[in-house]
């Protein structure tokens, strides 16, 4: 469930080092369970997807296929 508490979502291109911001906001959600991750928060993602993980275990999950 996203819960952003009326702060806007960010767009981000995501890249092997870090990533970029397209559009300014406050958070990204996550790509398996759609937490809101704050972006001072955002240390997992694919770059090949373009995804945002909450936790290394969703991004586990995500690139095992299990989600």
Do not use: D, H
């Not at 369970?33 to 969703?58: D, H, M």
């Amino acid at each position: 469930m996203l819960m952003n508490s009326g702060k806007s979502e960010a767009k981000l291109q995501y890249g092997p080092n870090g990533f970029r911001v397209m559009r300014s906001g406050a958070f990204v959600a996550c790509a398996v369970s759609g937490a809101a991750i704050p972006l001072e928060e955002l240390r997992y993602w694919c770059v090949e997807r373009q995804e945002a993980y909450a936790t290394p275990e969703n991004a586990t999950r995500r690139l095992l296929g299990e989600a």
